[in-house]
């Protein structure tokens, strides 16, 4: 699936079409460059689980939970350097818990992981592409 996005509402509003779709356990690793709309989009699909809080950058904290009908967890994996990092935030009980994953950065995390998403956002002047694909 491929989504033009003019504006960050756009790119929202994507994230919400997209959060509607998802269901208790689903992962979705968010692939973009620094300032390509990664948050952004989650923003759309917490509205979509009528989270407790707004999607904010999880950079310096690692992971963000902000409830909701269904739990949504935040991750940006940017700055850990191998499994033991992920192991020590127990990454696995996130990832097989009830709730939904989005992980920024996600390199490090995809060889524990065996059905997800993929969103891929492409930043090129006023415009995002989006493109989606589930693993197979």
């Given amino acids: 699936m491929e989504m033009l996005c003019k504006s960050a509402e756009d790119t929202v509003l ?22 390509a709309g990664k948050t952004t989009f989650t923003k759309g699909i917490a509205k979509a689980l009528n989270t407790k809080y707004e999607p904010v950058s999880p ?6 939970d902000y409830g909701g009908d269904i739990p949504l967890y935040h991750f940006d994996l940017y700055r850990l350097t191998n499994e033991n990092d992920l192991m020590s935030i127990d990454f696995d009980s996130y990832i097989f ?13 995809l060889d524990l ?4 998403y ?9 415009m995002r592409t989006i493109n989606i694909k589930e693993s197979e």
């Avoid at 994507?14 to 300032?35: A, N, R, T, W």
């Avoid at 993929?118 to 006023?126: A, L």
């Fill in 14 to 35: 994507s994230g919400f079409e997209f959060g509607k779709k998802l269901k208790k356990g689903d992962v979705v690793c968010l692939i973009g460059d620094l300032g």
């Fill in 113 to 116: 992981l065996e059905n997800y």
């Fill in 118 to 126: 993929t969103v891929e956002i492409k930043y090129s002047g006023n």
């Fill in 59 to 64: 950079t310096f904290s690692i992971v963000h």
């Fill in 97 to 109: 818990s009830d709730g939904i994953c989005v992980i920024e950065w996600p390199d490090l995390a």
